[in-house]
């Protein structure tokens, strides 16, 4: 099977060549500029689909409050702000991302969630939070970004020093299938035009391996069969305590 899922991700990434094109002359710009619109859209679905195990997962976040204080939250990667919902009343959220076009979307979701106190948005990339200070935050939460940043490692480094001593990296990721699956064999041959489509998002990411080894103390890690589309089916959830 190797061979022949080297053989089709070839031809495919060779009918993907006037998008490597554009990407190589800057065309691809214009894109990030519509990508928030349809990740608009296609978050809406996703809520609709994964509402449940959202809030099942975000029930735990007043778990790791200050004792007396609010709970401080960051946000790598808030694309249009669909996790706010989910949030516990008078929770203090800190937003970035590294496309600084989320910021209208986003505002339309701060409007929606009154029981939130807002702290700003930075355009940063998860691999860089040096606009955020050392063990400043109680919950760092990503969503979906683990399979675009280009580093893992520095950017769970960066979230283990953003947060204080107790704190927990909340996280919900698309991963790789089971190598035994059909599913394995074409999120690898589509996974060049996946690149495009996801700006930047990688289907074939092992993302568990690396919160494993990224230093925390405690790890509460779920791989799930999510109710989506077969090439983000495989989910992983759950959170790591610093």
């Known amino acids: 099977m190797t061979f022949f899922m080297r053989f089709w991700t070839s031809v495919v990434s060779a009918l993907c060549f006037p998008l490597h094109l554009m990407y190589a002359v800057g065309f691809y710009e214009i894109y990030k500029r519509i990508f928030p619109i349809c990740l608009y859209r296609l978050s809406i679905k996703y809520n609709e689909k994964m509402h ?57 979701s701060v409007v929606q969630n009154e029981h939130l106190k807002f702290e700003g948005f930075v355009v940063a990339t998860g691999e860089d939070l040096g606009s955020v200070g050392a063990e400043s935050v109680d919950v760092v939460v990503c969503t979906l970004v683990l399979c675009t940043v280009n580093d893992i490692a520095q950017t769970l480094r960066e979230a283990h020093r953003v947060l204080r001593p107790g704190g927990a990296f909340f996280f919900i990721e698309h991963v790789v299938a089971d190598p035994s699956t059909w599913a394995y064999f074409f999120q690898h041959i589509l996974q060049p035009a996946w690149w495009y489509f996801g700006d930047g998002c990688e289907a074939t990411r092992e993302t568990w391996k690396y919160l494993e080894t990224a230093g925390f103390s405690d790890l509460k890690l779920r791989h799930i069969e999510a109710p989506l589309a077969f090439i983000i089916k495989p989910h992983i959830l759950g959170y790591a305590v610093k």
């Open 52 to 108: 449940d195990k959202k809030k099942e997962l975000f029930r735990s976040l007043p778990e790791f409050n200050k004792p007396g204080g609010q709970l401080t939250l960051l946000e790598i990667g808030c694309g249009t702000g669909t996790n706010f919902q989910f949030y516990p009343r008078g929770c203090k959220v800190i937003c970035t991302d590294p496309n600084p076009h989320f910021q209208k979307y986003l505002q339309s």
